[in-house]
């Protein structure tokens, strides 16, 4: 069974403090999916990455950068420079691929992101 | 850019009624979803659809919800007798072919409200 464990519940941070996010997966297949969403205030989820299980890279877009790590299962979200716009709830998911058909997001419990002045 | 639209984006109703939520997914995907959150909570699957058919369901997917592609166009969920623990919002999201098929784009969801 697959599981997304997000540990930190909530986060507050100063405007312009650099903020990770922890993300740890649990999964049995050798291919699967992660993801990051974001939801604001306004309830949309708002997709940010998707990282399969064959790419370790680690990616930066812009503020944002993912640190992808097989050997603890964690998939990490850093925002540099954090802005008041950045305030939200950050959901981490997994998908596995199953056999061949597109499968269920199962996404950890979320944390919530309050940047302040 | 396409986008996964749902309507309403609010809908109360009273518990025992039967409600439709109703999703546009986008014009070339083949693969629809539906996902519940409780206010607070995580995101939780219900039901994957594919070629006109359940690929999968969670065990909140019980016999009061049901889905349909009704014209090719439009992907409904029915609960058929609400009840006071179904409020919550809930998304649609809907993925395209491969290599991209587990991308899933989410619509904007749907608020609805058992009284």
């Known amino acids: 069974a697959q599981k997304v464990t997000q540990a930190q519940t909530e986060i507050s941070v100063v405007e312009k403090e650099d903020v990770t996010l922890d993300c740890v997966y649990e999964t049995r297949d050798t291919t699967y999916y992660l993801f990051w969403y974001k939801q604001p205030p306004s309830g949309e989820l708002v997709f940010l990455i998707r990282r399969n299980s064959f790419d370790e890279q680690n990616e930066i877009s812009g503020r944002y950068s993912w640190n992808f790590q097989k050997s603890t299962s964690s998939f990490n979200f850093t925002i540099t420079a954090s802005q008041v716009v950045d305030s939200a709830v950050y959901f981490c998911a997994l998908s596995e691929a199953g056999t061949g058909t597109a499968s269920k997001l199962t996404f950890g419990t979320g944390t919530r992101l309050q940047v302040t002045l | 850019e396409p986008e996964v639209t749902q309507t309403p984006s609010h809908q109360v109703t009273q518990m025992g009624q039967e409600v439709i939520l109703r999703c546009v997914p986008i014009?070339?995907?083949?693969?629809f979803y539906w996902y519940r959150q409780i206010l607070g909570q995580k995101v939780e699957f219900l039901v994957s659809?594919?070629?006109?058919?359940?690929?999968?369901k969670s065990e909140i997917f019980d016999d009061q919800f049901s889905v349909e592609r009704p014209d090719g166009s439009n992907f409904t969920l029915k609960i058929r007798s609400t009840k006071l623990e179904d409020s919550a919002m809930y998304f649609c999201?809907?993925?395209?072919?491969?290599?991209?098929?587990?991308?899933?784009?989410f619509g904007p969801g749907t608020r609805l409200t058992v009284l």
């Open positions: 014009s070339n995907h083949l693969y």
């Open positions: 999201a809907s993925s395209g072919t491969r290599p991209s098929y587990n991308e899933q784009f």
């Open positions: 659809f594919y070629n006109n058919e359940i690929s999968e």
